[in-house]
């Protein structure tokens, strides 16, 4: 017959490590995001390191074949980053949908739930295109 004093002991649970992202404000697990365009530092981090890829690529190409073309480089066109929040810290779910400005300091405490940019709408989704519109349910576009 066993006892409980027989059994093993329970194996205490891993510690839970957390790697984000984080609140920018405090640090806190985030909760929501948003996009906001990059900041012109960011544009050139993203160039610098395409750079040294193509770099890289150059080093490594056989020299019996063309030169690899890689076209133009990136710009800041389109590109944007992600703002990440904790449930206090979050911005209205209005503005989380817009794109916000380089220099929008959200979440700032003592903007929110607002801003201090003036954020862009984001180009709609492309649902015109056949390919997109297939991969989406019907009853899950809006304004149909
Ligand atoms: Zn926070
Ligand atoms: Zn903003």
């Known amino acids: 017959m066993t006892t409980d004093e027989d059994a093993p002991p329970a194996p205490t649970?891993?510690?839970v490590v957390?790697?984000?992202?984080f609140c920018a404000a405090c640090g806190e697990l985030a909760a929501v995001n948003w996009a906001r365009r990059p900041t012109a530092d960011e544009v050139t981090e993203v160039i610098k390191t395409e750079l040294l890829r193509r770099?890289?690529?150059?080093l490594l190409a056989d020299p019996q074949?063309?030169?690899?073309?890689f076209g133009p480089l990136p710009t800041g066109d389109g590109m944007t980053r992600t703002v990440y929040a904790c449930v206090d810290h979050a911005i209205s779910l209005d503005g989380a949908s817009l794109i916000h400005a380089c220099t929008c300091t959200a979440p700032n405490p003592a903007d929110l739930p607002d801003c201090d940019c003036t954020p862009e709408v984001p180009d709609p989704?492309?649902?015109?295109?056949?390919?997109?519109a297939r991969m989406v349910p019907a009853h899950w576009t809006t304004g149909a």
């Open 18 to 21: 957390s790697t984000g992202p």
């Open 65 to 69: 074949l063309p030169a690899p073309d």
């Open 55 to 58: 770099e890289q690529l150059l």
């Open 125 to 132: 989704e492309p649902m015109d295109d056949p390919l997109v």
């Open 13 to 15: 649970p891993a510690p």
